[in-house]
Nanobody, 123 residues
Framework: QEQFVESGGGSVQPGGSLTLSCTVS????????VGWYRQAPGKERELVAA????????NYTDSVKGRFTVSRDNPKKTAYLQMNNLKPEDTAVYYC????????????????WGQGTQVTVSS
């Protein structure tokens, strides 16, 4: 099964920027959609952004539209989440996963998850 390695998180002040990366093992990355998700303390994991297998279709949760951009590099089996104008409410552990479009939008079910990367936005 695929393995996910998320990186790029950190602590930033409000208004700052971060770029997250997610590298996926195996041979399915290029043919499946990718989703970025986040889970804040005490909350359920939620979809942040999704991108189709060739990058032609994207979807963002309303709270990040205009601030976050999802992209992918298929030869590198890596997805990215560029996050600008970060807000305290963006604080969460961020994860990625891959699947068909509808399951990615629903948040699963998926066979496995990576460890995620922590993003903390605080002054």
């Amino acid at each position: 099964q695929e393995q996910f390695v998320e990186s790029g998180g950190g602590s930033v002040q409000p208004g700052g920027s971060l770029t997250l990366s997610c590298t996926v093992s195996g041979n399915l990355f290029n043919v499946l959609a990718v989703g970025w998700y986040r889970q804040a303390p005490g909350k359920e994991r939620e979809l942040v952004a999704a991108l189709s297998n060739y990058g032609s279709v994207s979807n963002y949760t309303d709270s990040v539209k205009g601030r976050f951009t999802v992209s992918r590099d298929n030869p590198k089996k890596t997805a990215y989440l560029q996050m600008n104008n970060l807000k305290p409410e963006d604080t969460a552990v961020y994860y990625c996963n891959i699947g068909r479009w509808e399951p990615v939008l629903r948040g699963g079910p998926f066979a496995s998850w990576g460890q995620g990367t922590q993003v903390t936005v605080s002054s």
